[in-house]
T-cell receptor, first 113, second 113 residues
Framework: KQEVTQIPAALSVPEGENLVLNCSFT??????LQWFRQDPGKGLTSLLL?????REQTSGRLNASLDKSSGRSTLYIAASQPGDSATYLC????????????FGKGNQVVVIP | DGGITQSPKYLFRKEGQNVTLSCEQN?????MYWYRQDPGQGLRLIYY???????QKGDIAEGYSVSREKKESFPLTVTSAQKNPTAFYLC????????????FGPGTRLTVT
């Protein structure tokens, strides 16, 4: 069974610092990996999707890398802002599961002004 | 605007009553999904549907039922058999099963007392 881990569960950084969030997964047989943002009481907003054949994806201040062989992905957020405060969720698309996603529990981020 | 709508945002029910959560999408997506989110846990898949009139159980289907009579609609019924129904329910859709990005609705918070 695919296990997805995000450590630490919560972190605080001062405004302007770069954020580095890590995601690890146990089974390298994945279709893709998706990073989401969730604000309190809200749904999930897709940030980046990395296909299994890709090494990274970038969107604005966000960059996500994927190392399938080692079962890791990293989300970088450059020059963090208070508006980046949210929970960030990592999800892997299961190769055997009809686009089913296995989710980590998330990194709760607070950016301190 | 294209997107996924879920209604209502908050729902309160007495124990022993069935309740149906609505999910509608106008993205012309073939696949739709229902997830449950509990504090401190990752999202867990309840049911998913790849095409109209077809659906499959996810990891925690007991006590839930779904239908997929129209492409744009995927309602979830929480039955009285669900032992712990209080949770945040999220609906998602994707273009097709496989390597496609999943998009999420705003969620419905169900409280059963």
């Amino acid at each position: 069974k695919q296990e997805v881990t995000q450590i630490p569960a919560a972190l605080s950084v001062p405004e302007g610092e770069n954020l580095v969030l890590n995601c690890s997964f146990t089974d390298s047989a994945i279709y893709n990996l998706q990073w989401f943002r969730q604000d309190p009481g809200k749904g999930l907003t897709s940030l980046l999707l990395i296909q299994s054949s890709q090494r990274e994806q970038t969107s604005g201040r966000l960059n996500a890398s994927l190392d399938k062989s080692s079962g890791r992905s990293t989300l970088y957020i450059a020059a963090s802002q208070p508006g980046d405060s949210a929970t960030y969720l990592c999800a892997v698309g299961l190769a055997y599961g009809n686009n089913r996603l296995a989710f980590g529990k998330g990194n709760q981020v607070v950016v301190i002004p | 605007d294209g997107g996924i709508t879920q209604s209502p945002k908050y729902l309160f029910r007495k124990e022993g009553q069935n309740v149906t959560l609505s999910c509608e999408q106008n993205l012309n997506h073939d696949a739709m999904y229902w997830y449950r989110q509990d504090p401190g846990q990752g999202l867990r898949l309840i049911y998913y549907s790849q095409i109209v009139n077809d659906f499959q159980k996810g990891d925690i289907a007991e006590g839930y039922s779904v239908s997929r009579e129209k492409k744009e609609s995927f309602p979830l019924t929480v039955t009285s058999a669900q032992k712990n129904p209080t949770a945040f329910y999220l609906c998602a859709s994707s273009m097709a099963p496989g390597t496609y990005e999943q998009y999420f609705g705003p969620g419905t918070r169900l409280t059963v007392t």
